[in-house]
């Protein structure tokens, strides 16, 4: 297993730049399973859970080819309409297949997640969604068995909380359904606004966007499309906290600067300053950092994704900040992590308090999940010493050659190959 070793203190310089977001990426891929011919997808970053999506499409019969962030994905001879456990235990996103092989095959077998180390993640908005639009369910042996002899029924769906996958699931199935299919408490996020544009663009009727109510009027078929996927906008925030952490004036290019509104919002209240051009953002960083609250939500709300980032930046801002989670209360193990590298962190019932320390002392330390791995990387660049963070595939799930564009601003981190 790979590990990183960071020799911290080192001021950062120059241009880092955003590469493709691979959470627009994965459901961008399933959809693709909804029309026969070849959907092109551009600016594809390499990472190892599109790796796995690729893996299952090839399962089900898709031909895939990727080379230098082009992703063709041909899904003329779908024959196998099954997510085995081996993969989706790999990676949760796979429940991304259930919508378009129902709706296109009226049949699928998906096996049935398990938890991870954010929290127990269950599918149940996305299984009841299913069962509205007329698809029979069955749980067995560990596989979520899906059919709809027939094809998916237009119907209302009212989530009783925000999902963004189960939005983009059910989305992924009311495309082909019969009649008109209304979504309320849909999500907002900008990869859920991505979908529908190629959806739209592969022919789909949806409705509504950026908007929490869809209404999809379903249509016979579709047909295949080319897309460019947008910025990262969690790879984007990563970095801009990397510039305020290490004080570097840094430049975040090929960005969204419109997706992280509450992530400036926050750090100004921190003492940060930006500007602002086009997809380019500056990172003024603030010399003494003012400690702040955040509560993470749903989008335009303060991610979730970016909550362990955040919480590195305030371990040493001068005062006590809390750090309330609501998307998963449990996504706080890398906690304990920073306390390692001289972080004062408590949690209690979902909110960490972060009293903020003057310096962070280098330690070895592990990765436990994709975010949790990019604070540490963060709180390495700062602290005093050497940084050691063992299992970093987690973050080769998310982060394309971190350590390579970390490198080229002036940041010493190694990759140490096991
Ligand atoms: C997506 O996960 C992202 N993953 C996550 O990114 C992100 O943290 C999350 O959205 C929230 O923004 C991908 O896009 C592949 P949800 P998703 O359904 O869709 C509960 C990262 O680091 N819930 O919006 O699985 C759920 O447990 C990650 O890149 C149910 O209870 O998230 C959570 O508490 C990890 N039942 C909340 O809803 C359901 O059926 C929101 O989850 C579905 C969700």
Do not use: W
Request: proline share 4%.
């Amino acid at each position: 297993m790979d590990s990183f070793i960071i020799n911290g203190g080192k001021q950062l310089k120059g241009e880092i730049k955003v590469s493709g977001a691979k959470n627009a990426v994965l459901p961008l891929m399933a959809a693709a399973l909804l029309s026969p011919g070849e959907s092109i997808i551009e600016n594809v970053p390499n990472l190892i859970d599109l790796k796995t999506m690729s893996h299952l499409l090839r399962v089900i019969g898709a031909r895939i080819e990727y080379n230098e962030g082009r992703l063709s994905i041909d899904a003329s001879n779908c024959n196998c309409f099954e997510a085995p456990y081996d993969l989706v235990s790999k990676m949760r996103a796979s429940i991304y297949v259930l919508g378009p092989l129902l709706g296109r095959f009226h049949q699928a077998t998906v096996s049935f997640p398990g938890g991870c180390a954010i929290g127990s993640r269950p599918v149940d908005l996305h299984l009841t969604g299913f069962e509205k639009l007329g698809a029979k369910i069955e749980i067995k042996h560990g596989n979520i068995i899906a059919e709809c002899k027939g094809g998916l029924k237009g119907a209302e769906i009212v989530f009783p909380f925000v999902s963004v996958g189960a939005t983009a699931n059910l989305l992924m199935g009311a495309v082909l359904a019969e009649g008109i299919t209304t979504i309320k408490n849909a999500a907002l996020e900008p990869e859920i606004t991505h979908l529908i544009d190629f959806l739209n663009a592969m022919g789909a009727k949806i409705e509504g966007k950026n908007t929490n109510t869809l209404v999809i009027q379903g249509v016979k078929e579709l047909k295949p499309t080319k897309i460019k996927v947008i910025a990262d906008r969690i790879e984007a925030g990563t970095f801009v906290i990397a510039a305020a952490i290490t004080k570097s004036p840094l430049k975040i290019v090929n960005c969204n600067p419109e997706h992280l509104q509450a992530l400036f919002t926050k750090l100004e209240q921190a003492g940060c300053h930006f500007r602002i051009e086009g997809d380019t953002v500056l990172v003024l960083p603030a010399e003494v950092i003012k400690p702040v609250d955040v509560v993470t939500e749903p989008f335009p709300s303060f991610p979730t994704d970016l909550q362990a980032q955040f919480m590195a930046y305030m371990t040493l801002a001068d005062g006590v900040s809390h750090i309330t989670e609501t998307i998963y209360p449990d996504r706080f193990l890398h906690a304990a992590e920073l306390n390692r590298l001289n972080a004062d962190i408590s949690v209690k019932n979902g909110t960490a308090t972060v009293s903020g320390v003057k310096n962070l002392s280098g330690a070895k330390v592990m990765a436990t999940d994709l975010r949790a791995s990019a604070a540490l990387v963060l709180a390495g660049l700062v602290a005093e010493g050497q940084t050691t963070i063992s299992r970093i595939y987690h973050i080769d799930r998310g982060y394309d050659k971190i350590e390579e564009k970390l490198s080229n601003v002036g940041a010493d981190i190694q990759r140490i190959i096991m």
